[in-house]
Every structure is written in C-alpha cells, then in structure tokens.
C-alpha cells in the first residue's frame, strides 16, 4: 500500500526558512506527478508547488522565487524549500504524487509564520 509521509512543518518568524519533506513507501513506480499543496483555515486547498518526471516544475504565482521544488526519484521523496517566509504561508501542506489513474495524498504537516 502506498503511503505518503510528510515532515518538516513547524513554527517559524516571518522572513524565515522551513524545508518540508515527503517520502513515499510501497512504490513498485515512479510517479508521473509529485506535488505540494497547502489549506488554510478556511480556504480551500490550493496548489504550491509541482515536480513532473521530466524535471518539469510548476509554482503558484505566490510562492515563486521563494519556493522550490525538488525530487530525488531514487528514494521516491519530494521536498519543498520554503524561504521568505511570510504570515499568509501558514497552513497544513499536503503532499500530493499522481500515477494514473490513482492520486496519492499525504497526511499534511503544519506550518505556522508568526509575524
């Protein structure tokens, strides 16, 4: 069964940096997809930050230049380095990876930016 593993999430003061971690475990596959998304009390989950096989990447216009996606394929993980932090990060990011026709998710990871 495949399972997605976040970590990383925390407390951290504007301006900071946070480096979120997601391992899969029982892949047989690569994921043609592995991605980050965040939720906020009260919003919707909404999309961050996308890695494709290709090395392909995707960010949300809020996040660029501030985040980056990466993958290490040999060890089906996928990290997200969060820098400049700022208030309006904080949320529970969940991992996301895609393999049709099944999306995997993770069970998200708190992360909080005190101003």
């Known amino acids: 069964q495949v399972q997605l593993v976040e970590s990383g999430g925390g407390l951290v003061q504007a301006g900071g940096s946070l480096r979120l971690s997601c391992a899969a475990s029982g892949v047989t596959f690569r994921f043609n997809y592995m991605g980050w998304y965040r939720q906020a009390p009260g919003k919707q989950r909404e999309s961050v930050a996308s890695i494709h096989n290709d090395g392909t990447t995707g960010y949300a216009d809020s996040v660029k230049g501030r985040f980056t996606i990466s993958r290490d394929n040999a060890k089906n993980t996928v990290y997200l380095q969060m820098n400049s932090l700022r208030p309006e990060d904080t949320a529970v990011y969940y991992c996301?990876?895609?393999?049709?026709?099944?999306?995997?998710w993770g069970q998200g990871t708190q992360v909080t930016v005190s101003s």
């Open positions: 996301n990876a895609y393999r049709s026709p099944q999306a995997y």
